[in-house]
């Protein structure tokens, strides 16, 4: 089978279509025929290995482990596992595995959920680790409650769009941040209001958030601190420097400020499980989220669609499919 390999840490370069053995399902596992996938920040964190204290998480200090990148996935199934009962060969099927970029691949069966009929391979792929950490920032950091006034800061992203949308489903009302260019996709999801980041600074406003949720966190600590209700609740998804002291020091300067006031700040790092994809998958259902697609690429274009996703202006998700493109 084709896949996307690498032997080395680095940009783009590093990364071939070669050909691979076909994985095999171990007992937990499902091996999927892949019909979508879709790239995240993660993915190129990866592929760079940087900043460095990932090479810890994913093993191998000067060379890659696991040669293969690609987490968000969907597809049909092909085999499963001695020990998995809720898939079967032919379910068509979303969620985290490893090694997405590639014709097949194998994931967790508690990582996967059964894909809606109304929903396409490719809105599909474009859930997993975008849609759970906006959930999860939101719900479970966050505390969100109806009425509330929610800020999104990088409303345009992955994260943010999906966001957008989930915090309407909750009954809030949700402020938009995001440049000029996407000002009208943000409407056009749900936001309430929208703010220019290009035109003014909105921890400069004199409104104050109960939730605000940072998926890009360009902003200090002390200015999103600053812009949030007495009991208000910062969550950062993401973005500012990624040195380990400064993220040492971030963290332990969100946990003081937490401390000696009432105003929380708190981090969230996507944990991909059973119960939330199956929470996404009845929100995909009803179409109250509908995943924002930016641009589409075929698996050999995955170095070129991570070059666009370094860029950082990709509205939405990006896509890699191979349906009807003579890859699957």
Partial sequence: MKAITRTDYGPPDVLELTEVAMPAPKDDEVLIRTRAAALNALDWHFMRGEPFFIRLMIGGLFKPKDTR????????????????????PGDEVFGACRGAFAQYACAAADRLALK???????????????AITALQGLRDKGRIKAGQKVLVDGASGGVGTFAIQIAKSFGAE???????????????IGADHVI?????????????????????????????RRALSD???????????????????????????????????RGVMAKINKEDLECLKDLLAAETIVPVIDRRYRLAEVPEALRYLEEGHARGKIVITMEDRGEA
């Fill in 196 to 224: 220019d980041y290009t035109r003014e600074n909105f921890t400069r406003r004199p409104e104050r958030y109960d939730l605000i949720l940072g998926a890009n966190a360009y902003h200090s600590t002390l200015d999103y």
């Fill in 116 to 130: 809606p009929a109304n929903v396409s391979f490719e809105d599909a792929a474009a859930v997993p680790v975008a």
């Fill in 231 to 265: 009991d208000g609740i910062f969550v950062g998804a993401g973005g500012g420097s990624y040195s380990v002291p400064s993220l040492l020091l971030g963290v332990l300067f969100q946990s003081f400020l937490s401390l000696i006031g009432r105003r929380k700040l």
């Fill in 69 to 88: 990148l690609g987490v968000d996935v969907a597809g049909r199934v092909e085999a499963v596992g001695g020990n998995v009962k809720r898939f079967k």
């Fill in 174 to 188: 949700v402020t938009a941040v995001c440049s000029t260019r996407n000002v009208e996709t943000a409407r056009s």
